[in-house]
């Protein structure tokens, strides 16, 4: 009984292992974005199938938005053999290699279906790799993620506008970039992602929860205070910021 | 005359065959644009990234034969544009069909056109993706907007107090997904195959040719003239074979622009763009008025923030040099920053629109400190833009220059910030 356990362990070991495989993409230069695998867990019914093909269409079309729309310009690497299982796969040691690597958001996901039964899940997750590593205390339980198997089954207009709409992905980015800009003492990028950030999530996507957000709003509002101060004290760096006369908050209305 | 009837009928006899031959022309690894058009617009392939299939292909070319055909009749109200689709010349070479990559040589930046802007020619570049199940196509599409020789969108002396330029809030836009079915393209493809004769003259009863109508094959018109009863005289060209289109009653209710109002967005840009070199900029101006309008109008509610914000400051622009409407033009900057207010462009043209509009109000004690704070704003969320450090310093230079408007300790304060400024205008250059 106890080696048929450790057999067990062990089996599940190597296939946590084979899901984390290393994406030899992230190391050319740059900021990045990830796109792991998203895949069907359970039977492959034509329904999950289905979902799984428009759920992959609504992040191509979130990351082509990000890409064409956000700056600093990052670039997005597809990692078709990782699949994370869930937000502990992302130990210190795999955090380390992503920030060193400039890696701002991993993207993971899953479609989950059982015999019998309508698709369980449909689910994008976000690793804010900076985030992660810098201020793990912001991240929530369970990490940063957005439900869809509701909405993926609308009517073809609903289905557009989910499409359309703008995502968790942008502000997900955005926060990352800040972030990261911030520790490469690049203070004006930060603020302006920072600040965009914190615009959008003015008005949340639709699955955010409000204590995800409400964490969010206040870790920005903090952000950009340490990016403020570090502008000013910084003098081998030469930032806007540091004008005299500078306020440390993101404009907001035209007065 | 009637040798050169038989020469225009033998060279339309052979057309289909010439138009195989012409493939490379539109290819996105050479890209050619018309230099003597004022505005190009060009049309980049539909694609899925995790889909490819005869079907998708098929769906995307017949969309993007349309979406050219749709932006041609756009020429009834511009003076001169031209159209190029453009496609990959072989299934390797896909990654030239990125509109960066095009961009870069059509302007110039890198090698590979086939033709050159001209160095004050403008080109929109409208590409997409594309998605399908069964009979509906979701697509989403995106625009860039390029200008060759500076793209600034606004200057003014401010009250006479130095040059202030502003820019648009952003080259680069997104628009919302829409679902159409492939009957509506069928039904669109029709209408346009109905009006695809060039006459030799304008008349529907002179003789003429049919231009070629297949999706595959990828061809760039330039109009040479539009006439207010629906008339245009358009040129290819490969061939340089030229003739009169109609459009017919149909085709100006723009089908295809009702389900994709980005089509509104892109009739708008041509008009703003050409306006900025135009003989007649207040006509063109009033041309381009009702396409950005609907497409402001179109966006309410949905996410496209970014793309709205540059359609407004496109309008405020416009409206900027008639004294009858800047006053809205400048309620159109405002309202582009209430959409973006992140955004350093779109800040920095409503604050340039605001001196022009009202700088003795601004140019006052107790105002001045207030402008220069949201100048120096605008400028911290727009890294590397130097043009609005230039914008700072010259407001700065301004409110020296007001006798009486600084006292020494407000001018010994202003000086230390021009300082600081000067240091913040040369990294700039250099970044």
Not at chain 2, 299 to 328: C, I, N, P, Q
């Amino acid at each position: 009984m106890f080696l048929r356990r450790i057999f067990f362990l062990l089996t599940l070991a190597a296939a946590a292992a084979a899901q984390m495989r290393d994406c030899p993409g992230i190391s050319i230069d740059g900021y990045k974005v990830m796109l792991d695998n998203v895949s069907v867990l359970g039977p492959q019914t034509q329904n999950a199938n289905l979902l799984l093909s428009r759920l992959r269409q609504k992040v191509q079309f979130d990351l082509a938005a990000v890409q064409l729309e956000v700056t600093p310009q990052m670039v997005l690497v597809p990692c078709r053999d990782r699949a994370p299982q869930d937000v502990t796969d992302f130990n210190p040691t795999i955090v380390d290699s992503l920030n060193g690597h400039r890696v701002l958001v991993e993207i993971w996901g899953q479609i989950e279906a059982r015999t019998g039964v309508a698709v369980q899940r449909a689910q994008l997750n976000f690793t804010l790799v900076p985030v992660s590593y810098y201020d793990r205390q912001v991240v929530p339980i369970g990490g940063f993620s957005a439900a869809y198997q509701q909405r993926l089954r609308g009517s073809p207009d609903e289905l557009a506008k989910l499409f359309g709409e703008f995502s968790d992905l942008k502000i997900y980015v955005s926060i990352a970039a800040g972030v990261k800009s911030l520790k490469e003492h690049d203070y004006d990028q930060a603020l302006l992602c920072f600040c965009r950030a914190g615009w959008l999530l003015e008005r949340p996507p639709a699955g955010m929860e409000p204590a995800v957000r409400t964490s969010l709003l206040k870790y920005l509002e903090r952000k950009v205070g340490e990016d403020f101060t570090q502008a000013h004290n910084d003098k081998s760096v030469k930032s806007g910021l540091g004008l005299d006369g500078s306020r440390p908050a993101c404009p907001g209305e035209v007065r | 005359m009637k040798s050169a009837a038989c020469a225009l009928l033998a060279l339309v006899a052979v057309l289909p065959v010439r138009a195989e031959t012409r493939m490379p022309n539109a290819d996105c690894s050479n890209p050619f644009v018309f230099r003597d058009a004022r505005v190009n617009v060009i049309v980049l392939p539909y694609r899925n990234k995790d889909v490819n299939g005869p079907d998708l292909e098929r769906v995307s070319s017949q969309l993007t034969l349309l979406l050219q055909q749709t932006i041609l009749f756009s020429a009834l109200r511009y003076p001169s544009i031209g159209t190029v689709r453009m496609v990959a010349s072989s299934p390797d070479r896909v990654a030239d069909c990125q509109a960066a990559a095009v961009a870069q040589k059509i302007l110039g930046q890198t090698p590979g056109a086939r033709q050159q802007l001209s160095p004050d020619g403008a080109a929109v570049l409208l590409w997409g993706q594309i998605y399908k199940e069964g009979d509906q196509i979701y697509l989403c599409s995106y625009a860039r907007l390029v200008k060759r020789g500076g793209d600034v969108a606004m200057e003014t002396s401010g009250g006479g107090h130095g040059v202030f330029t502003a820019r648009l809030p952003s080259d680069a836009m997104t628009f919302p997904a829409r679902v159409i079915t492939t009957g509506l393209l069928e039904q669109i493809g029709s209408a346009f195959r109905e009006s695809r004769t060039a006459h030799s003259n304008r008349s529907l009863t002179s003789p003429g040719f049919d231009l070629p109508m297949e999706p595959q094959k990828p061809l760039a018109y330039q109009v040479v003239e539009a006439t207010t009863d629906g008339w245009m005289h358009i040129r290819e060209m490969q061939s340089g074979l030229s003739g009169w289109l109609y459009a017919s009653e149909t085709l100006r209710s723009q089908t295809l622009g009702r389900n994709l109002p980005e089509l509104r967005f892109v009739d708008g840009a041509i008009g703003y763009l050409e306006f900025a070199k135009a003989a007649d900029p207040a006509g063109l101006a009033a041309r381009a008025r009702p396409s950005l309008e609907a497409f402001v109008e179109s966006a309410k509610g949905r996410d496209t923030s970014l793309a709205t914000a540059t359609a407004k400051s496109m309008l405020a622009v416009t409206f900027e040099r008639d004294a009858t409407l800047r006053s809205r033009g400048y309620q159109l900057a405002r309202e582009a920053v209430a959409l973006v207010p992140y955004n350093a462009d779109a800040r920095n043209l409503e604050l340039v629109y605001r001196l022009d509009v009202s700088s003795r109000e601004i140019y006052q004690p107790g105002k001045w400190r207030i402008f220069a704070e949201e100048l120096a704003q605008a400028a911290s969320l727009g890294p590397g833009k130097k043009y609005i450090f230039d914008n700072l310093d010259s407001f700065y230079a301004g409110v020296l220059a007001v006798p009486g408007l600084a006292d020494e300790a407000a001018a010994s304060e202003i000086r230390r910030r021009r300082g600081q400024l000067a240091v913040l205008r040369g990294a700039a250059a250099i970044r």
